[in-house]
């Protein structure tokens, strides 16, 4: 293929600069009103008509022949037979990845705390795993096994009762790779429905698929839709945007190693986003030579070079201190700090999904195997939102446990903030416990 020349160049000495910026970040991820529509019909079917409208929807949309909602669901010895059906080095791969994922997960669980007071009222937190999550897994030849890993590992180490997994076959087409790791990861069930009808059958359960308490796992537009409508009905774990890659380099790195890893999620979908920050100009002169050359060696040169000349960027800073300003005020889903001493800026950087440290470590690692999780905050939600983890799996409940003296004293504060706020029966139940009061009352 014949690639464009048009990758977009910005230097941060630009007056214009921050504006400039802004209009690269910016992406509007709400759904168009027919989108809107569509799918709030979809939800207030499947809640009316539940298995059935599950089975019309996959009929039309998956173009599956099912007869009943018995043949949209997987039992697990179909899991255990898709480990037979791939390869030996996809199973090890599949299985060692899964380890490492679930040895970094463990080091995430919380466990419940309490402490004791001087006048024995006992404060404390306790936390407890979800009944079950709901994963969504996107179907036929662009799922990624990778994803079911990262979705469902975290939720066992967590603890959740039962993990139920949704992913459509469209025309038949099953994934043996992503059921292999359905299996690994230990899922407890799947059912072969996908889309908007997916999203609110998890969330408010049909006579087959049971309602859970959280739904989590990427999706196009319709899911990301319903996800959003069925929000507070579950919990969700984020509404995603477009793959993101900032690369900070010194100008050291092989400039090849830095077009690929941009590449790697270019590849991703035509809105995905890779940018590459440094101080040295004649470095991103090499990496541009870099991208036009090894960019038509690709499969996916088509979606790699409109999503790099359309959302991509090389953008010139003055040094290092700036750099990292940049990246800070990008808050990138995934960001390389390709550098000579990259512990040295890692107390600097305040907002980033994942950070991959020196010039050895490709993002792709940290997509696959490396043991950290994949799901990441996208769109410059990285400044409030973090990676999805075991915590997205636990819930914390307050304990309060007062001793006589203890409710006694603590009822005079909250008795004067109640009356302040003039919730009398407020002031009262805490008032009652006062020893004073009470023995006055007798």
């Known amino acids: 293929m014949t690639t464009s020349n048009t ?18 970040l910016s992406w509007e991820s709400v759904s168009d009103d027919s989108v809107n529509q569509r799918v709030l019909e979809i939800i207030k079917n499947v809640r009316e008509r539940g298995d059935a409208a599950l089975v019309e929807y996959t009929q039309r949309f998956d173009g599956l022949d099912a007869a009943s909602m018995a043949d949209l669901i997987l039992p697990r ?4 037979l898709a480990l037979t059906r791939i390869t030996p080095a996809q199973r090890q791969a599949l299985e060692k990845a899964a380890e490492r994922v679930r040895n970094y997960h463990e080091r995430q669980k919380q466990d419940s705390w309490s402490y004791t007071e001087a006048d024995g009222t006992v404060l404390g937190q306790k936390v407890t795993p979800l009944d079950r999550a709901g994963l969504y897994v996107p179907g036929g030849k662009a799922s990624y096994p ?3 890993l990262m979705n469902a590992i975290p939720a066992k180490v967590a603890g959740v009762g039962e993990v139920v997994m949704v992913v459509p076959t469209p025309r038949g087409e099953i994934n043996e790779l992503v059921l292999a790791a359905a299996c690994i990861a230990g899922v407890d069930r799947v059912f072969t429905i996908g889309g908007a009808q997916a999203v609110a059958a998890l969330a408010y359960g049909t006579e087959s698929v049971p309602q859970v308490d959280k739904v989590v796992g990427p999706g196009n537009i319709y899911v990301a839709t319903a996800k959003r409508h069925v929000f507070g009905q579950v ?14 380099c010194d100008g050291q790195t092989d400039p090849d190693w830095i077009a690929m890893d941009l590449f790697s999620q270019a590849e991703h979908d035509e809105d ?22 090894l960019m038509p060696t690709l499969e996916r040169a088509e979606i790699i070079n409109t999503s790099i000349n359309g959302r991509g960027a090389l953008i010139k800073v003055a040094d290092m201190t700036q750099a990292i300003e940049v990246a800070n005020r990008i808050a990138p889903e995934h960001l390389e700090l390709s550098v000579a001493d990259p512990q040295a800026w890692l107390p600097q950087i305040r907002h ?3 950070i991959f440290m020196g010039r050895h470590t490709s993002e792709a690692l940290g997509d696959y195997c490396a043991g950290p999780n994949h799901v990441l905050p996208t769109s410059g939600t990285a400044r409030f939102s973090s990676p999805l983890g075991v ?7 307050s304990i309060i446990f007062c001793s006589e003296e203890g409710a006694s004293e603590l009822g005079k504060t909250a008795s004067v903030l109640a009356r302040g706020e003039s919730l009398t029966a407020h002031a009262r139940s805490a008032e009652y416990r006062i020893v004073d009061n009470q023995q006055e009352g007798k």
Do not use: C, N, W
């Open 7 to 24: 990758l977009r160049r910005l230097d941060a000495a630009d007056p214009d600069f921050a504006r400039h910026l802004d209009h690269l």
């Open 77 to 80: 010895e179909r899991l255990e």
């Open 146 to 148: 990778s994803s079911v």
């Open 235 to 248: 919990g969700i774990d984020m509404i995603a945007g477009p793959s993101e890659i900032l690369v900070v």
């Open 272 to 293: 995905a986003q890779a940018i590459l920050v440094s101080p040295d100009a004649a470095f991103l002169d090499q990496v541009a030579t870099s991208i036009a050359k």
């Open 352 to 354: 980033a999904g994942a």
């Open 391 to 397: 915590y997205d799996f636990q819930k914390r409940s």
